[in-house]
């Protein structure tokens, strides 16, 4: 049995609730967020078009002590930040409007500081700031599940794979959603709430 199959079997015995554990952490930007504020899926997808490849990168530093030289990280993981990078720039005017929405959300006061900085500023701070929550964010024992779902959602073009962890949020916040008796017109999971279009 192949190393591959192997992962793929141990892993579908988890369940889906291992690879929306990764994808959280894969996006601690918007795990983050207050509660209040609430992205369309739209914006999500393009606050983490925008934020994955230094999510990644940051995710393969904070990794390197807890994975095997054979990782997929350790052996990919500058290749698919380099892929990822391409596509970023674009996506940024929406991303910004999302990152000051969820700026504001955690502190008015801030956001109302950050709206007002140029975007050569802005940025670094953004990028600066991915970097420091995927380093709270992720807990080692979890690298090798977060590991296994880049592996996973490598071969798709970035935005397929921000959109797709924008889905699997706003699927497994369904059950939360519902649990707390919600508004039911939004779904939301670890702070972030991504809304009905």
Known sequence: MTRFA???????????????????ALCPTLASAAAQACLTRGEARSVLTYSLPQVIDGTARRCRQ????????????????????????????????????LSRGRDEGMGAIAAQLPDETLKPLVDATVSGLVAQAIHLESCEEIDFAIDLLSPLPPQNTAGLIALFIEVAARSETIARQGNANSKALGGLTICKD
């Open 66 to 101: 807890a994975l095997p030289a054979d990782a997929f990280l350790s052996t990919h993981g500058q290749e698919i930040v380099q892929r990822y990078s391409g596509p970023r720039e674009q996506y940024w005017p929406e991303a910004r409007s999302a990152f000051l929405k």
């Open 6 to 24: 192997s992962r793929t079997r141990q892993y579908a015995r988890r369940g889906l609730a291992a690879g929306v554990a990764a994808s959280v």
